[in-house]
């Protein structure tokens, strides 16, 4: 079992930052990877980013160059520095851990608005 809280949502202006953080109760350097996802209001699940155990990260065209995903040296703590929002960028953010190809875990999610 895997539980995961993210934190650092909350409301931004349009061209400002926002650093979401994901901690893991378990080193998540073991995991096989870990991702972030958002979803707005109807809208489908959408993926963000994406690190791998081995620390290669990739991302959807929508974010690139904007959103950076990273995670701690002590293992514990995933997070998505975003900058640049847009107010399509609203949503709620949750964090993803693929535990192997069959065992997946979420958060609860964390409210990102972009709004002036």
């Known amino acids: 079992q895997v539980q995961l809280v993210e934190s650092g949502g909350g409301l931004v202006q349009p061209g400002g930052s926002l650093r979401l953080s994901c901690t893991a109760s378990?080193?998540?350097?073991?995991?096989?990877?870990m991702a972030w996802f958002r979803q707005a209001p109807g809208k489908q699940r959408e993926w963000v980013a994406r690190?791998?155990?081995?620390?290669?990260?990739d991302y959807a065209d929508s974010v690139t160059g904007r959103f950076t995903i990273s995670r701690d040296r002590a293992g514990q703590t995933m997070f998505l520095q975003m900058n640049n929002l847009e107010p399509e960028d609203t949503a709620v953010y949750s964090c993803?851990?693929?535990?192997?190809?069959?065992?997946?875990?979420w958060g609860q999610g964390t409210q990102v608005t972009v709004s002036s």
């Open positions: 993803n851990a693929q535990i192997t190809s069959a065992v997946t875990y």
């Open positions: 378990r080193n998540i350097f073991s995991f096989k990877s």
């Open positions: 690190i791998t155990a081995g620390g290669s990260t």
